[in-house]
């Protein structure tokens, strides 16, 4: 008799959990719909969207992680979090630091060509995401693609080795290195 009455409140128990957390999961998805993260295609992207663009950082995340964007559009990141965090690509012009509530704004229209760009928050390591720029009319030179395909600390090397050359590099304008460019490349790449 007493095993039932213990497998009885066992049940009931574990029926209370289930509602409870059913419950929550519904009323917490509905009071806050996320529409600026559209669910990712098998590319990892977020769908092409029309228009600007916003990057949420929430729960020490940027939402979406993965964002496809047309070269002309504006994307915004906003910190919604209640600490600090940063936006860093040199690309999107260093580093980018955004208080509770502050947000950066960056124009592709600035980009000399289409490419991902990496980009991270300082402050909270394994806080990545990828902007991924895109426009039907100039594809992404060869070095260009080596170079966004690289980790951080590799592209500032980079950089130092090229310095006010490296724009040329990426959008193909330049095609000659100098030797001492290929010997500081190299040493980059190892």
């Not at 960056?106 to 895109?134: K, N, W």
């Not at 330049?174 to 001492?180: D, P, V």
Request: proline share 6%; hydrophobic share 35%.
């Amino acid at each position: 008799m007493a095993k039932k009455y213990i497998l009885f409140i066992f049940l009931a128990l574990v029926l209370i959990g289930v509602t409870t957390w059913t419950i929550f999961y519904f009323r917490r998805s509905e009071s806050s719909p996320d529409t600026t993260s559209p669910t990712p295609t098998r590319s990892g992207f977020a769908p092409m969207p029309q228009g600007d663009q916003e990057v949420l950082i929430k729960d020490y995340t940027f939402q979406p992680e993965r964002l496809r964007v047309l070269k002309g559009q504006k994307v915004t990141w906003r910190n919604m979090d209640t600490v600090s965090h940063t936006v860093s690509a040199v690309i999107l012009g260093g580093q980018h630091v955004l208080e509770p509530g502050a947000s950066f704004t960056f124009s592709t229209d600035q980009l000399p060509f289409d490419g991902e760009i990496t980009y991270t928050c300082d402050f909270h390591r394994g806080m990545q995401g990828v902007l991924a720029v895109i426009s039907s009319d100039k594809p992404l030179p060869d070095f260009a693609k080596l170079y966004f395909g690289l980790q951080k600390e590799k592209q500032s090397c980079i950089e130092n080795v090229f310095g006010s050359r490296l724009p040329g590099f990426l959008d193909g304008t330049i095609a000659n290195s100098t030797r001492e460019e290929l010997e500081g490349l190299t040493a980059c790449l190892k």
